[in-house]
């Protein structure tokens, strides 16, 4: 039945100078309960796999039930089993009642936890019941940048990374409602268009995506107020033009990888036919 060893807790009180303290599980629960009394805080370390449902494994959600074996299950699997007039515990299949497990409920409603991305800068502590929450959409969540080739980034906009991170990629301005050519070069993976003298800002992707040619879409980088522009992509070949017409998308932050919900695709035949300055146009307004 494992190790006989009280299992170690660590706890550092707050607001209170001095070094850590190892204690005894039980002193640890004197000490627990009498801070709660307090409204203090304390630090703990516990294993993770404490506040994982028996049954699923997935994090524990309130209302929590317990069979009379000591299985706690979190709300998802035990909604299934207080449907069920026979109901069972799903860990030890024994016909048994779950009762709600309000001792825990109230060890998880008084728990803060770090997010989960505080390797890239988040630094908050977070209500054990809003964790999923947050993360979600911590600001420092890793991101997936569109350009090519690009490892991603976390902790700032979209915007702020093409600005910082890419400082190779070129920025061209163009005047609203005005077809502007880009004179892009071969090896080039994107541009960034400025539109005007505000703060509307896109972003040419060139993607290397589909077979025998390149993709090329736009993104908005600009604020939530800005996402009402046009625009129009043009790329002139020697028999021909290609086009596409569209709405710009504004993109904050990618948690996925990106693919384009719409793009030109130009042949590599008429991309690479250009030594340089390939004829693509942009128009915006
Ligand atoms: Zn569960
Ligand atoms: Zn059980
Ligand atoms: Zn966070
Ligand atoms: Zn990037």
């Known amino acids: 039945m494992g190790s006989k060893r009280p299992r170690q807790v660590l706890i550092t009180g707050c607001g209170r100078k001095g070094p850590a303290v190892f204690a005894p599980r039980g002193q640890a629960e004197t000490a627990a309960a009498t801070s709660q009394h307090r409204a203090e805080k304390i630090t703990v370390t516990l294993d993770a796999d404490l506040l994982q449902c028996c049954v699923c ?106 600005g910082v991170d890419h400082p190779d990629v070129h920025r061209t301005r163009v005047r609203p409602d005005c077809l502007t050519p880009l004179r892009m070069r071969a090896f080039e993976q994107a541009r960034v268009v400025l539109l005007g003298h505000g703060c509307a800002e896109f972003l040419l992707v060139v993607g290397m995506d589909v077979p025998s040619g390149r993709s090329l879409s736009l993104v908005g980088l600009m604020d939530e107020q800005f996402d009402e522009f046009k625009y129009r992509i043009e790329v002139v070949g020697k028999d021909g033009v290609l086009a596409l017409f569209g709405q710009a998308a504004r993109v904050d932050r990618l948690a996925r990888p990106y693919h384009a919900s719409a793009f030109l695709f130009v042949p590599n035949a008429i991309w690479d036919s250009y030594p340089e300055d390939i004829p693509v146009f942009i128009h915006l307004k």
């Open 57 to 162: 494994s997935g994090p524990l959600t309130t209302p929590l039930f317990q069979c009379t074996k000591g299985h706690i299950s979190c709300s998802d699997c035990c909604t299934d089993v207080a449907l069920d007039d026979q109901s069972e515990c799903l860990m030890c299949r024994e016909p048994e009642t779950a009762t709600r497990c309000r001792a825990m409920e109230r060890v998880l409603a008084g728990l803060s936890v770090p997010c989960a991305f505080r390797q890239h800068g988040c630094a908050e502590m977070i209500p054990y019941g809003g964790k999923q929450a947050h993360e979600a959409s911590c600001h420092y969540a890793p991101c997936h940048c569109p350009i090519p080739g690009c490892a991603g980034y976390a902790g700032k906009s979209l915007a702020v990374h093409v």
